[in-house]
């Protein structure tokens, strides 16, 4: 006698907000739908701003890759209410950042408090683009057990950070970011890689890591840009905390239903060193 098909799953719904400058929008877009994809009970609604409150408001979950894009006073407080009432937000790499180019350097903009707060950083430097070495410094954690440290080429991220964070991932780097106003960082901390920010019932999950460039996505330093950029993209690890953190976003609890449930990603059986 055959066994009962298992029950389907509910439909969720969530948002994918891809856009700002200086980055290949269409790459990151594309990769992400096509992780999106492995779960086939989510349906995503995809923008290039900030400013759909409605289709926020509709979603369980909200993944940002995004650059220089920020959010009006309204859209501020709509996403902390998002998180507030229990929300998942995977925040990708340049989400943080507001930027202003002056004469004397590249400089983070003091606007959007809201958002960076509920963000828990705000990008101020890097140095130039280069290889680095991602520590896990919490290997005990559903969402980082099994992998391993590794080696990356990517724009190792300098940020002034807000709020409890609960540290994942992470680098050291001391030294000098060339090029921008917050230049000077030789203090030789922990720069977050990958972090938790809870807040209300919902939570911030947020990683660096994650930029790329094409040809003409710097029109800002030159109409055709010589070199390909696809950094961690191309690295097994990073793709790795990229399948987890679109689970723990796409398998979110109903809104309102638990707190943060950080514990829901069962980690992926370990086939190499870099937890894939």
């Not at 009006?72 to 995977?90: C, M, N, Y």
């Not at 994942?168 to 230049?183: H, K, N, Q, V």
């Not at 796409?250 to 990603?265: K, Q, V």
Request: aromatic share 10%.
């Amino acid at each position: 006698m055959s066994a009962a098909p298992a029950s389907p799953k509910l439909r969720v719904d969530g948002r994918l907000i891809v856009g700002g400058m200086a980055h290949d929008f269409d790459y990151a877009r594309l990769e992400l739908l096509t992780a999106l994809a492995a779960h086939e009970h989510v349906r995503v609604s995809v923008s290039d701003s900030f400013e759909d409150l409605d289709a926020l408001s509709r979603g369980r979950f909200l993944i940002t890759y995004t650059c220089n894009l920020q959010p009006s006073t309204a859209a501020e407080r709509a996403l902390a209410d998002f998180v507030e009432g229990g929300g998942r937000w995977f925040a990708l790499h340049a989400t943080n950042s507001l930027l202003a180019w002056t004469e004397q350097g590249v400089a983070a903009r003091a606007e959007a408090p809201l958002f960076m707060e509920v963000l828990g950083s705000q990008f101020a430097a890097h140095p130039p683009i280069g290889s680095f070495r991602v520590e896990n410094v919490a290997p005990h954690h559903p969402l980082t057990a099994g992998v391993d440290a590794f080696d990356t080429v990517d724009e190792l991220y300098l940020s002034r950070l807000s709020g409890d964070l609960e540290l994942l991932l992470a680098t050291r780097f001391s030294g000098e970011a060339p090029g921008f106003i917050d230049s000077d960082w030789t203090d030789d901390a922990l720069r977050p890689v990958l972090y938790l920010r809870p807040r209300g019932a919902g939570a911030v999950l947020y990683c660096t890591l994650g930029h790329c460039r094409g040809h003409y996505d710097a029109p800002h330093r030159t109409p055709y840009f010589p070199h390909v950029e696809r950094c961690s993209w191309e690295t097994p690890a990073f793709r790795e905390i990229l399948r987890r953190g679109i689970a723990w976003a796409a398998e979110a609890p109903p809104l309102g239903a638990t707190t943060a449930g950080l514990s829901l990603i069962a980690p992926k059986q370990k086939e190499d060193g870099h937890g894939r």
